[in-house]
């Protein structure tokens, strides 16, 4: 081959590519990208739809087991025909005893008090407004001994004074009672000592550590006379289960540093679970006295009617929401285009519909049976 021939080959095979090639293989490279990135996205919506789901599915079963727990158990050592709806309950509590003023005593005794309301009931529903979550309170007695209410013998000669009862088998030291008599209301003491034999009293003195119980000097608790009812409490268990910020919460009243310690008074929410969006409850009433439930409303009774005697489930709604949006199709929201609805109606959803998150409704009708079983 010639000299010149032979550099014109060698020079073509050095030139590397031609322009024609580059650009088929960057159409090519171009097209796998474009379906690497679809395979990515499209695994990352299947993705998100899939945890979500599950968020949702874990977080509601645990909310609504948690609520399912409390209900099952509320009215234990309350649910007497006579002092049902007994409300509010007077109380007062001050964390280093005795000594503080009016700023202590929950109502009636301080209209303006900041203290919460507490009902001798075993449930009551706060109706939130305007289809907002509703609010759930459970409350059960806890005591070590005597669950059956005791009876006064004689009148208290004023509201500190020992309670003179008929017999006191099952009361014991620092666990809280409530004394209760139609006409003149409720009220919550907390056992300093109990004197046996013949005497029969139990104490409610006032000092410190003493956080349950007023100066005598200056009590405002009413005083009541004989044949009023005494509850034992126990350590008692009130706890308040509502909706904020997509958050489901909890207010245990009375909280517990060990078993054998006084509980301390609490009105602080605690976050239980995330992506709780509502909850919904309505009592189940018996209104013809047959043992059976035949109405569902979410009014709650009067304080001492005999309504409360009616009521013998509730129906409990709990709404979840996923943890991600779905990743709208075409620019709008197709994730939940319907309200999601529970035995008692259509939730309300943050925003309306049509919503990027998805949603599941988790609900369960709850017997009360300490209210079935209760005291006549």
Known sequence: MPMKEQESSTKRRASGFSLPELLVSMALALIALLVIGSVVLTNDRFQRATIGTSDAQTTGSLALYAIERDARMAGYGLANSNALGCSP???????????????????????????????????VIENGAAGAPDAVTFAFANPRGRVIPG????????????????????????????????????????????????????????????????????????????????????????????????????????????????????????????????LQAEYGKDTDNDQVVDTWDNVTPAPGSADWLQILAIRVGVLARSRDEARPEGGACRATTVLPAWEGGDFALPGGVPSCFKYRVFETVIPLRNMIWRES
């Open 89 to 123: 309950i007077q109380y007062y509590y001050s964390a280093g005893g005795a000594g503080c003023g009016a700023e202590c005593y929950s109502r009636p005794a301080n209209a303006a008090s900041a203290l919460p309301d507490l009902g001798f009931a075993p449930v």
């Open 151 to 278: 009876t006064l013998k004689e009148d208290m000669s004023q509201p500190s004074a020992e309670l003179r009862m008929e017999e006191i088998t099952g009361f014991g030291v620092n666990e809280l009672i409530v004394a209760f008599q139609p006409g003149v209301g409720c009220a919550l003491m907390q056992v300093t000592q109990i004197q046996g034999a013949s005497a029969q009293r139990l104490l409610h003195d006032a000092g410190g550590g003493i956080p349950y119980n007023p100066d005598a000097d200056s009590s405002l608790f009413p005083t009541f006379t004989k044949g009023a009812l005494v509850f034992n409490l126990g350590r008692p268990i009130v706890r308040r289960y509502d909706v904020a910020n997509a958050q489901l919460r909890i207010v245990d009243y009375f909280s517990y540093a060990s078993p054998t310690a006084l509980p301390t008074f609490n009105t602080g929410a605690e976050v239980l679970y995330d992506q709780i969006v509502d």
